[in-house]
């Protein structure tokens, strides 16, 4: 079978992942120039290069993978995965190495190194746990999998955007009802054009048209127009080791947590009929993440949600070689601020709010209707992650933290901080726990209960889960020792109901 590389609603694909990596990307920048305070020549000649170049590698071999799947199965309705820089790792990375580290000591070399290294190590983890992903992936329950990964959608895919989309309304709901017009309601686009490109071009004519957009910003944003093409470096990598050493461990966590994310995304994916490889997939975001360190980049990639929204808007394989063939094109060459300020973000944020509510539905409809409760749970730890972050940038933005205003003074005010710090801290592995342990708790499979009551105990311990942003012996006394508890509970109904037959369906049966 000739496998077609091509479609026309691959076009809407690309307008949807395209626009995600570009604000990523302009994200990025704003951290690392305005944020941090380095240097712009550092920022846009080297590490926006490094990184536009480990984006285009990882949707490249996505689409390959496509390609081989397509070849193999006899299908031309293949879509590829998506993939682009961490967006959760890089603000992590920013306020928790580069930011203190240049702040502390000045040296934009140091610190720029030691998010390097912090990079490599992450990437390590990432290629490790991809020799044991596929037997991992197969013992969690679909549910959830599925119902961790809507969380993580729900809140950092679509609510940011759909609050953005209604801060500027006027241009916000035309955009939104058209992506939902075409992605939900089928409806052919005049000419037959793409959806998002249609929401896109409605989007800067109302801009311009209103004087929302203005051409100062458009003149500003030519000074980071130039081209870069980045270098490799061990030495970069090596120097970093030194001064990060002593922030690297927090990085452990955050590449198990990448690497269950790609599973989580495989597994979107195999709903729709596209079941890729789990090692192949963990290796491309391990190696890709690599490469950006190799080249000066301290953002590591990772596998996107979106999948299943992509397919459903029909898209297949182009639309990730042609975003990755864009990406490197823009950063090597710092013409995508140009374009950011020539057409209004808020056009383009109704296309991930239309992807999150995909997502959110597949976890719904995509398991057995009596494990709904099991998805629902898997939700809230997502949702508490985002509260307390959205709490914090509160208290920040009025000069102040939660530790300063207290907990009792958060508390009284409705806002149960170090509840919300607790039970969001690993927040995908956590969904994935509890979801697990309704499924089991449901099914009556005790055993199954207790194992998975033994992994919550353990990664509590060392700060994995639980940990608010800690490492160590004995991180979470409290949330171990309720662990160990219910593996006592689970045990007892084990042995109770050991020799009565087991009546509860389970799941997938």
């Known amino acids: 079978m000739k496998v077609k590389l091509w479609v026309k609603s691959d076009l809407n694909g690309f307008f949807g992942l395209f626009t995600n990596c570009l604000t990523n990307f302009l994200v990025m920048a704003s951290l690392l120039t305005v944020v941090v305070g380095f240097p712009s020549e550092v920022v846009y000649g080297t590490i926006l290069p490094a990184s536009g170049l480990s984006v285009f590698i990882i949707n490249v071999y996505y689409a390959y993978m496509a390609y081989k799947l397509a070849k193999k199965t006899g299908r031309n309705d293949v879509t590829a995965m998506p993939g682009g820089p961490s967006v959760t790792h890089m603000f992590l990375i920013v306020f928790m190495i580069l930011g203190p580290v240049y702040w502390t000591t000045g040296n934009v070399d140091l610190a720029w190194n030691a998010g390097i290294a912090w990079c490599v190590i992450e990437a390590v983890i990432e290629i490790i746990m991809s020799f044991v992903g596929k037997q991992i992936r197969e013992r969690i329950p679909r549910v959830a999998m599925l119902g961790s990964l809507a969380g993580l959608s729900l809140t950092y895919i679509s609510l940011n955007p759909t609050f953005n989309t209604?801060?500027?309304?006027?241009?916000?709901?035309?955009?939104?009802?058209?992506?939902?017009?075409?992605?939900?309601?089928?409806?052919?686009?005049?000419?037959?054009?793409?959806?998002?490109?249609?929401?896109?071009?409605?989007?800067?004519?109302?801009?311009?048209?209103?004087?929302?957009?203005?051409?100062?910003?458009?003149?500003?944003?030519?000074?980071?127009?130039?081209?870069?093409?980045?270098?490799?470096?061990?030495?970069?990598?090596?120097?970093?080791?030194?001064?990060?050493?002593?922030?690297?461990?927090?990085?452990?966590?955050?590449?198990?947590?990448?690497?269950?994310?790609?599973?989580?995304?495989?597994?979107?994916?195999?709903?729709?009929?596209?079941?890729?490889?789990?090692?192949?997939?963990?290796?491309?975001?391990?190696?890709?993440?690599?490469?950006?360190?190799?080249?000066?980049?301290?953002?590591?990639?990772?596998?996107?949600?979106?999948?299943?929204?992509?397919?459903?808007?029909?898209?297949?394989?182009?639309?990730?070689?042609?975003?990755?063939?864009?990406?490197?094109?823009?950063?090597?060459?710092?013409?995508?601020?140009?374009?950011?300020?020539?057409?209004?973000?808020?056009?383009?944020?109704?296309?991930?709010?239309?992807?999150?509510?995909?997502?959110?539905?597949?976890?719904?409809?995509?398991?057995?209707?009596?494990?709904?409760?099991?998805?629902?749970?898997?939700?809230?730890?997502?949702?508490?992650?985002?509260?307390?972050?959205?709490?914090?940038?509160?208290?920040?933005?009025?000069?102040?933290?939660?530790?300063v205003v207290g907990l009792d003074a958060l508390i009284s005010g409705g806002v149960v901080y170090n509840g919300m710090s607790v039970l969001g801290a690993g927040s995908i592995i956590v969904g994935m726990i509890l979801g697990s342990l309704m499924v089991f708790i449901m099914d009556h499979d005790w055993k199954k209960a207790m194992i998975t009551s033994g992994i919550g105990a353990v990664l509590s311990f060392f700060g994995f889960i639980h940990g608010a942003g800690s490492i160590g012996i004995n991180v979470s006394p409290s949330v171990t020792v309720g662990y160990a508890i219910t593996i006592a509970l689970f045990a007892y109904y084990y042995f109770k109901e050991k020799d009565q037959p087991l009546t509860l369906k389970k799941e997938g049966e």
């Open 166 to 403: 209604f801060a500027v309304s006027y241009i916000g709901i035309v955009c939104l009802m058209i992506v939902m017009m075409g992605f939900v309601g089928k409806i052919r686009m005049p000419a037959g054009l793409p959806v998002g490109l249609v929401a896109i071009i409605f989007a800067t004519v109302l801009g311009w048209a209103t004087g929302y957009m203005n051409w100062g910003a458009v003149v500003d944003s030519l000074a980071n127009v130039r081209f870069s093409i980045p270098i490799p470096s061990i030495s970069r990598i090596i120097n970093g080791f030194t001064e990060a050493s002593k922030y690297l461990v927090a990085a452990i966590p955050l590449g198990i947590y990448n690497a269950f994310e790609t599973m989580d995304n495989l597994e979107s994916a195999s709903v729709t009929g596209d079941d890729y490889p789990t090692q192949e997939a963990m290796l491309n975001d391990g190696i890709t993440s690599f490469i950006a360190g190799l080249f000066g980049s301290p953002f590591p990639t990772a596998c996107y949600i979106g999948q299943s929204g992509w397919k459903e808007a029909g898209a297949h394989i182009g639309y990730s070689i042609l975003t990755g063939v864009m990406i490197l094109i823009l950063t090597f060459t710092g013409l995508f601020s140009l374009i950011l300020n020539v057409i209004p973000v808020v056009g383009i944020y109704p296309i991930l709010t239309y992807i999150g509510v995909t997502i959110t539905s597949q976890a719904f409809t995509s398991s057995d209707i009596k494990y709904v409760p099991a998805a629902i749970v898997s939700l809230l730890p997502h949702l508490a992650d985002w509260s307390k972050n959205v709490a914090d940038n509160a208290l920040s933005a009025a000069g102040t933290s939660a530790g």
